[in-house]
């Protein structure tokens, strides 16, 4: 028996990074595995046949996180293949980072709309069902810097510092019905998107970190196996920060 086991879980944006790493532990813990992936098609599919081969019932979409009608369209498909959904994983993300002076306003309004929008699109949809079941488990993948706010993101520390208020709201609004809603705020965590950084503001930030090494994709996917599980199941409208203890 794993955590999970019984769990019908969706996650968005698992085709890499992060949401790759929290699909996998998933299928670990033996929860069944939907996911959504847009850009990278190949790798999408890939990991739709690794999860299937770890022995649970696995399936990728392709969606876009970022527009309403999808997320509803997605919840449908999800119920109709996997019959219920007990945990929602918001984790798909972008950066467009620029100094406020030059940022555009289509660099602000794409990381507002793909980060904070697609949660509330896909919170919405997903509780629904969540309502009749009367159990429920929606995880939101947030940053430090939704916290601590960022030079050079502006656009992005406002998104994720939105998820934090939306996830706090969700949690008073949706407690008695049995949901349950939890930021994770991942810190430095090695994946493609940290990769774009410029290697000597990477070397600061590992500076600051007390364990002294940037994070795993797993480290912040064991997180989400927590937050999913029945382990925490008196745990609502908190931010569990995985920042090997950056931000105290
Ligand atoms: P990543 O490696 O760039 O992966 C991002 C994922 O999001 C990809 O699977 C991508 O799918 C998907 N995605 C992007 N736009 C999408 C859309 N409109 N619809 C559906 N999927 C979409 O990034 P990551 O580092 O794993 O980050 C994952 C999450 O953790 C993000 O929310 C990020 O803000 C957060 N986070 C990361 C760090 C870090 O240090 N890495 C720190 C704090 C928070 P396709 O490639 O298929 O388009």
């Known amino acids: 028996m794993g955590l999970l086991t019984g769990k019908i879980a969706?996650?968005?944006g698992a085709s890499k990074g992060i949401g790759r790493s929290i699909a996998i532990q998933y299928a670990k813990q033996g929860a069944q595995v939907a996911f959504t992936y847009l850009s990278s098609?190949?790798?999408?599919?890939?990991?739709?046949?690794?999860?299937?081969d770890l022995g649970v019932k696995a399936k990728g979409y392709r969606s876009d996180a970022s527009v309403f009608t999808e997320a509803e369209n997605l919840v449908n498909s999800v119920l109709t293949d996997f019959g219920g959904l007990d945990i929602v994983v918001n984790n798909a993300g972008i950066t467009k980072d620029g100094l406020l002076m030059r940022m555009t306003e289509e660099q602000w309004d794409q990381v507002i709309t793909v980060n904070l929008k697609s949660c509330f699109n896909l919170t919405k949809a997903a509780i629904k069902p969540m309502m009749k079941a009367k159990v429920g488990s929606i995880i939101n993948i947030t940053s430090v810097v939704g916290i601590s706010g960022n030079a050079g993101q502006a656009n992005y520390a406002a998104s994720k510092a939105g998820m934090i208020g939306f996830t706090k709201s969700v949690a008073l609004e949706l407690g008695s019905r049995n949901i349950r809603c939890n930021a994770v705020a991942p810190g430095f965590i090695e994946t493609e998107m940290t990769g774009e950084l410029d290697p000597k503001v990477v070397e600061e930030?590992?500076?600051?970190?007390?364990?002294?090494?940037a994070?795993?994709?797993?480290?912040?996917?064991?997180?989400?196996?927590?937050?999913?599980?029945d382990m925490s199941r008196y745990i609502s409208g908190q931010v569990l920060q995985v920042d090997g203890g950056m931000l105290t």
């Open 10 to 12: 969706l996650i968005t």
């Open 41 to 52: 098609v190949e790798k999408g599919q890939a990991l739709e046949k690794e999860l299937s």
């Open 205 to 213: 930030w590992l500076k600051g970190i007390p364990l002294k090494r």
């Open 215 to 229: 994070g795993a994709a797993d480290d912040v996917a064991d997180a989400v196996v927590f937050l999913g599980s």
